[in-house]
């Protein structure tokens, strides 16, 4: 289910990442004019979400926010759905 920028936008608005030890700021995607993209069908590609989170210096921790609050889309270079890792 492709999800429009308004709904993403107001998404991360609503549930922001939270973590003591990460500065969210430095996120690569952050700021990204292309919402849609980290939110692929699952007959998409996630290259260029994997592409921008491959230059990020906190991939990890996205990737552990992902699992650890069971978010869908692309977060640290990987797609899940509900905080399961599918590809």
């Known amino acids: 289910m492709r999800r429009s920028p308004t709904a993403v936008t107001t998404y991360l608005a609503e549930h922001p990442p939270t973590a003591d030890d990460e500065d969210w700021s430095a996120a690569a995607c952050r700021g990204d004019g292309h919402p849609d993209?980290?939110?692929?069908?699952?007959?998409?590609?996630?290259?260029y979400a994997a592409e921008v989170c491959g230059r990020c210096p906190i991939a990890a921790a996205c990737?552990?926010?992902?699992?650890?609050?069971?978010?869908?889309?692309?977060?640290?270079?990987?797609?899940?759905?509900?905080?399961?890792?599918?590809?």
């Not at 993209?37 to 290259?47: A, K, L, T, V």
């Not at 990737?63 to 590809?87: C, D, F, L, N, P």
């Open 37 to 47: 993209r980290w939110f692929p069908d699952p007959s998409e590609s996630f290259d």
């Open 63 to 87: 990737g552990s926010y992902a699992i650890a609050t069971a978010q869908t889309g692309v977060w640290g270079g990987r797609e899940y759905r509900r905080g399961k890792m599918i590809r």
